[in-house]
């Protein structure tokens, strides 16, 4: 029977709502300020732009999910995608609500600091310990600064806090159903963490390595009964491992679901990708028919979106008798490979024992096998190659349409269909879908793009070639028939005609998702956009000592201004943290290996521990980036700082506790408390530069500029 009167005990941790408010006070305090676009809010807002109009892009720098969070802030402040970001320093106009654009990262960067206070006490440390952690990240400029714009970085951060934060929840907690709830989060963490940045890979798999030692131990631990540890093990694959595939998967889902209008990246993927958007090539291919035949006028795509996508293409100009190196041609018509749509691009599949250029009633498909005849249309020359070395290419052949000189040089002019990714030996040549090769009957040459330029003599169109299989990556094999129709025009002048006026025969040509999520993943890893040298780009050396700034934004007539910089004595107190932790582990393995124990086991666990989720967590968020060929920003450093904040202060109550007497506790203490000043003296000293207020005269901005190498911009009046 229900008992009055109900009451409900709830236990608040004072310290931990403080700083939780300030968090959100120093984060999102006057956020629309400034009212321009700032630093690599240019990049992000265009793809913010194109998710409100449901255009389709890629971005090679990460998966859709943070993009995705930014146009939810977006679209909750009612932005349509009406804004060209074309310039930092844009003024935002007043339609556009530029607090709810920066509202969600400044939200993830304000939970960081609560997040890293909870996590400190998850590595078994105290509230002191956990409060100076979240006073170093509530403390940090760069953070700051990072978090209070339309970027990802804090988002990454948080998402990857959250992931260890729920992880050590988990392993701490008692024995019961319940906590593989926490183990669940953090798999959904990881995989939000991987889809906002690739750089999250590297904590998850850090994540990873922590959970395999702790299954390690679990397997060995003989009072765990062997149903137990099965269902144990069973429950940890499911959390840490398939859970975030399917989750990573499924943002690819969202992402594609929601972006399904052709736009300005559609040239990147295949003819089939591309005719499953709205506009753009579904717009001409609308109709065509399904299954190439004899007879059939075709456009062929290169699969090889690099250096650009390009059709096979003949026009009326030939090779000439010799080329500026001596060497001679067929001099013959010129074959290429045009970048852009042109009636030149037209061919008609002919079938070398007939006449007929037209389609038969019904159609004879062509099939996987088949030795075909490939006509210009324009011209009526005959596709062609022979032992003559290409103009570019002097490995490869040459690839002509053919002229009769009478000059012993017979017609070669035979190719054999080869569909690389059919399912059946007879499957038939099907448009859009079909990835074919077409192999030289008398060489086994494989037509292909090599890629290179032609000179003046060829237009600057693209080089194709015959080449043998062996020597050449599969991409620059592969054609797709993209424009299609039937051809029923057997006179010269009929067919240019007919040319321009396509058939309309309605066949569904939709492709799968997944089709469509690993092509998508692909153009990701390949094509990648040309990276140029930056006036802030850096190295990561230079990240570590500081030696590099970013202006973000610069007022247009005053000195107010914005720089990713941080708090100099923060990051001092880092560098020495993560030193101090090096030296002091290298002592404990050696003395242990002596056999002297000076920690108890359970205290060693807790420095092991820390240094694994700290220490491994800097290492495998700096260390990759020196192998990375890719322009290098400071902001790529946050997420390991973020590591040594929380090593900062865990370090310090280890030595008080284990290492110090009493008089040295209390000199330490005063310590402490002196660079806990230094660190909120130094935050307010660089808060002009974090917040872009209040002005400051060229004499002060000078005198914040602490090292040489910074870029302090000013204005003398």
Known sequence: MLQLPLVVTAQVDLVLLLVSLLSLWTRLSHLSYPNAVVFDEVYYGQFVSLYMKRVFFIDDSGPPLGHMILALGAYLGGFDGNFVWNRIGAEYPSSVSVWSLRLLPALCGALCVPLVYLLTLELKFSHLSALGAALLLLLENSLIVQSRFMLLESVLIFFVLLAFFCYLRFHNAPNSWFRYSWLLLSGASCAAAVGVKYMGVFSYLLLLGVASLHTWSLIGDRTVSHLSVYVQCVCRVVCLLVVPVLLYVFWFYVH???????????????????????????????????????????????SASQPIPCWLHSHKANYPIRYENGRGSSHQQQVTCYPFKDVNNWWIIKDPGRQELVVSSPPRPVRHGDVIQLVHGMTSRFLNSHDVAAPMSPHAQEVSGYIDFNVSMPAQNLWKVDISNREVESESWKTILSEVRLVHVNTSAVLRLSGVSLPDWGFRQLEVVADKLFKVHSSSLDWTVEEHRYGTSQEQKEREAELHSPTHIDVDRKISFWAKFLELQWKMLTVKQEDSEHKYSSSPLEWVTMETNIAYWLHSSTNAQIHLIGNPVSWSVANLSLLAYQLLAAVYLLRRRRGYKDLPDAVWCQFVCLGCVCVGGWLVNFLPFFLMEKTLFLYHYLPALCYLYLLSPALLEHTHTHLLSVTHRRALCVCVAAMLLSVFLSYRTFCPLTYGSPELSANQLQGLKWRDSWDILYRRR
């Open 256 to 302: 594609l679901s929601v972006l399904n209008r052709s736009g300005p990246h559609d040239q990147l993927m295949s003819s089939a990708f591309q005719a499953s958007l709205e506009g753009g090539l579904s717009r001409i291919t609308q109709g065509q028919p399904l299954e190439v035949a004899y007879g059939s006028q075709v456009t062929l795509r290169s």
